[in-house]
């Protein structure tokens, strides 16, 4: 029997889900800078599968010297953290699958060999590394339990602090984050990828409890070293929907969260298989296929939920519409009556001009009348003069006695 090959870098595909953002002050993105370290790694990675979606800013990602880069959209949508990673995984090629945040920056070039070496291990799932904050303190090593919730180990402290306590060493972990996760691809979709449950939080820490529960450990390599600028892309906001999925998905009881499930407590996951294989059957491919129809449901989900609120913004902008022109029919009315007043007034007034114009016309005739009369009295007064003088002339001129 032939042992199989280790695992390495080289068959690795790095799924790095991104929005495109740059931190303050910063000339490039934060994907940019991320895949300048990448493109560091010897070897080189399998590929590089960039998830964007609608939010993403500036242009897709080009090639980085000669790291293989390839960029798919996840669909319509806001953010969805665990479907791009979903997309990205029925893309990938590679036996092993790295789950990559964009604000992340490495700081050597075989981080992803120091991880990929444990999943050479059968009974190991999930491999994640050590992650710091630009101050050099720890972000992440390790997810653990306390307090009846999940908690990053060291959170805070100095690498020489996390030594102390012997936490310098690859060790067994509840989680991992998915800032920086590696797993088989074989395994991730034997426990059916991320689940749809979890768009934002909680989604890395139920895939690693659902490897758990398939009977896979989950480690952390603290010599696998990057800087992680947390939530420099987004907003670090934990909704209280999402506690209360998680708690409703693994109970209140936090240490029951990696036991096996049965029946009797009630857990669950999502997981693609119903049923059994029939013999001859291929296991990962219809595990693929049928995440693929997920994710096709889930994107035909949203692009219906996406056209039904069209369809409501279409019937507000109608209703409003209706209301304008409601509004402007009052206007009309209104301007109508106030025409018909109008319409009233000028009536009004070219009746009392025709009152006004029937009185001149009779005054004038009046005054014609009157203008008449004078004449003839001064042409009686004219022919009564004439006689009085014709009478004069026809007597002779006087004589002085």
């Not at 609120?309 to 009309?332: G, H, K, W």
Request: net charge negative; charged share 30%; proline share 5%.
């Amino acid at each position: 029997m032939v042992d199989p090959q280790p695992l390495s870098q080289a068959s690795t595909s790095i799924i790095i889900p991104s929005a495109g953002q740059s931190l303050p002050g910063a000339e490039t993105s934060m994907l940019d800078r991320c895949l300048a370290t990448l493109a560091q790694l010897e070897p080189s990675p399998k590929e590089v599968i960039v998830v964007v979606g609608d939010e993403f800013q500036g242009d897709p990602p080009r090639q980085v010297n000669s790291l293989p880069i390839k960029v798919i959209h996840r669909g319509p949508g806001s953010f969805d953290f665990s479907r791009a990673i979903n997309c990205g995984l029925l893309a990938s090629g590679g036996d092993l699958v790295l789950m990559l945040n964009d604000d992340i920056e490495a700081e050597s070039t075989d981080w992803i060999g120091k991880m990929a070496t444990h999943l050479d291990d059968p009974a190991i799932g999930a491999v994640g590394a050590t992650l710091l904050y630009a101050d050099r303190s720890i972000q992440h090593i390790g997810i653990e339990i306390g307090d009846d919730q999940p908690i990053h180990s060291f959170r805070g402290c100095q690498l020489s602090e996390a030594a102390a306590a012997g936490a310098d060493v690859a060790r067994d972990v509840i989680s991992v984050t998915g800032a920086c996760l590696l797993t088989r691809r074989s395994d991730m979709l034997n426990v059916g990828g991320m689940s749809q449950e979890f768009p934002s939080s909680y989604g890395d820490i139920d895939l690693c409890l659902r490897l758990l529960r398939s009977g896979l450990r989950v480690v952390v390599e603290p010599a696998a070293t990057l800087v992680h600028h947390e939530s420099a892309s987004r907003e670090p906001v934990i909704e209280p929907w999402e506690w209360e999925r998680f708690i409703a998905r693994y109970g209140e009881d936090a240490n029951s969260w990696s036991l096996p499930v049965n029946s009797a407590t009630g857990h669950h996951y999502d997981s693609p298989m119903t049923a059994d294989l029939v013999d001859g059957e291929d296991r990962e491919q219809i595990r693929h296929e049928i995440l693929s129809l997920r994710e096709q449901a889930l994107g035909a989900e949203t692009r219906s939920q996406q056209l039904s609120d069209r369809v409501s913004n279409q019937d507000d902008r109608i209703a409003e519409l209706e209301e304008r022109v409601d509004e402007r029919d009052s206007r009309i009315e209104e301007w109508k009556d106030r025409v018909a007043e109008r319409d009233t007034r000028i009536a009004e007034r070219d009746a009392r001009i025709a009152e006004r114009d029937i009185r001149m016309a009779e005054k004038d005739a009046r005054i014609a009348e009157l203008g008449a009369e004078n004449l003839r009295l001064h042409e009686d007064l004219a022919r009564s003069a004439i006689i009085r003088l014709a009478r004069r002339l026809a007597r002779g001129p006087r004589r002085n006695v």
